[in-house]
T-cell receptor
């Protein structure tokens, strides 16, 4: 059973470009979470999605950031018009459907560098 | 979710037991204690969780005090690969499922 997959692992974008980060949850998992880790800082929750629904986006910046988890395919975190402050590691996690007690399994992360 | 307090760093000799404390004095009755760790640059890894009874799995043991205001994660025979940042998280079981990470404890295992 493959773990959580994220791609690309490293992404370089110039200021003003768009960044698309992909996350494929573990097989059978229908809950996806995105977290961001700025350099030398802790992990911060961004958004929690279930298939075709955003459940909690309380950690998402109000502008330029969006996330989706379509019925088919991976979850996508999109950052429009990137700025240098968006440079960070972005981690995706997934958990099975059902009780909130289930632990979250994390992917290896995508490291975004904005030049 | 209740706030947790952990020492910023700890050292432990290889082969010895590593005991990582966590204070969560404002924990409420429906909140569980979770432990995750993050080995350098990797995604966080789930270790163990518990409510009020002590728990053990293949990775670690979790000891929760009777009043539930603190807990200790025990790595029984630490290896160099256990060097990581360890996060203690108190998590409510209903409603939002997000994990709220603090600063954690940077554990260094020395040869």
């Amino acid at each position: 059973n493959a773990g959580v997959m994220q791609n690309p692992r490293h992404l370089v974008r110039r200021r003003g470009q768009e960044a698309r980060l992909r996350c494929s949850p573990m097989k059978g998992h229908s809950h996806v979470y995105w977290y961001r880790q700025l350099p030398e800082e802790g992990l911060k929750f961004m958004v929690y999605l279930q298939k075709e629904n955003i459940i909690d986006e309380s950690g998402m910046p109000k502008e330029r950031f969006s996330a989706e988890f379509p019925k088919e395919g991976p979850s996508i975190l999109r950052i429009q018009q990137v700025v240098r402050g968006d440079s960070a590691a972005y981690f995706c996690a997934s958990s099975p459907p059902g009780t909130a007690l289930y632990e979250q399994y994390f992917g290896p992360g995508t490291r975004l560098t904005v030049t | 979710d209740a706030k947790t307090t952990q020492p910023p760093s700890m050292d432990c000799a290889e082969g010895r037991a590593a005991n990582l404390p966590c204070n969560h004095s404002t924990i409420s009755g429906n909140e569980y204690v979770y432990w995750y760790r993050q080995i350098h640059s990797q995604g966080p890894q789930y270790i163990i969780h518990g409510l009020k009874n002590n728990e053990t799995n293949e990775m670690a043991s979790l000891i929760i005090t009777e009043d539930r205001k603190s807990s200790t994660l025990i790595l029984p025979h630490a290896t160099l690969r256990d060097t990581a940042v360890y996060y203690c998280i108190v998590r409510v079981t209903q409603g939002a499922q997000k994990l709220v990470f603090g600063q954690g404890t940077r554990l260094t295992i020395n040869p």
